[in-house]
Nanobody, 119 residues
Framework: QVQLVESGGGLVQPGGSLRLSCAASGSILRIAMGWYRQAPGKQRELVASMPSGGTTNYADSVKGRFTTSRDNAKNTVYLQMNSLRPEDTAVYYC??????????????WGQGTQVTVSS
């Protein structure tokens, strides 16, 4: 199966920046990836979706502040978060949906990484 490993996150002051990364491993033929977050007491929400070969869509709350990028050779995606606000505090999850080289559909989640924005 496909596994996702996240890194990055941590504590940052309001207005600061952080970068998250998510590396997918496995026999992947095609993959679409996305970033979600879940704040305490709230439902998990989509932050950014990166369809395979398509353009990234961002949640309105992060447009202009968050940017995604990807290294297709490494099946790795990044979430650059700038101008962070306290309301961005959440556990961030990487998600992947796609097809393996054996033509099996898959969906995988990363382990989650905590982002805390506080002075």
């Amino acid at each position: 199966q496909v596994q996702l490993v996240e890194s990055g996150g941590g504590l940052v002051q309001p207005g600061g920046s952080l970068r998250l990364s998510c590396a997918a491993s496995g026999s992947i033929l095609r993959i679409a990836m996305g970033w979600y977050r879940q704040a305490p007491g709230k439902q998990r929400e989509l932050v950014a979706s990166m369809p395979s070969g398509g353009t990234t869509n961002y949640a309105d709350s992060v447009k202009g502040r968050f940017t995604t990028s990807r290294d297709n050779a490494k099946n790795t995606v990044y979430l650059q978060m700038n101008s962070l606000r306290p309301e961005d505090t959440a556990v961030y999850y990487c998600n992947a949906i796609g097809l393996t080289t054996t033509r099996l559909n898959f969906e995988s989640w990363g382990q989650g990484t905590q982002v805390t924005v506080s002075s």
